[in-house]
């Protein structure tokens, strides 16, 4: 959980997280994400599969499917080189 604190809030270790942070604290972060996990699927892919199947119709477990699978599936040499041009590749999402 402290990794993933610190990805989230930026700016800080792990380490300097632990000296700041009260144990009180981390236990309320603990159970906010536990109620409302910030990772991908719950940030970014079910909002936009439950966008998807209100506007376009589908089977919304389809839809997340399609969004979570790996970039690289469906990746072009050009399209691989233009997300290394940016920094990420097909393992990032």
Known sequence: ????????????????????MKQ???ERWRDFYERFPFDPTHIYYRPAALISGSMAGGKFDEKLDWLRRPLVED?????????KTFGFGPGDR
């Open 1 to 20: 959980m402290w990794f993933t604190l610190a990805l989230s809030l930026g700016g800080r270790t792990v380490e300097e997280l632990q000296h700041a």
């Open 24 to 26: 009180v604290e981390f």
């Open 75 to 83: 990746s072009t040499d050009a399209d691989l080189r233009t997300m």
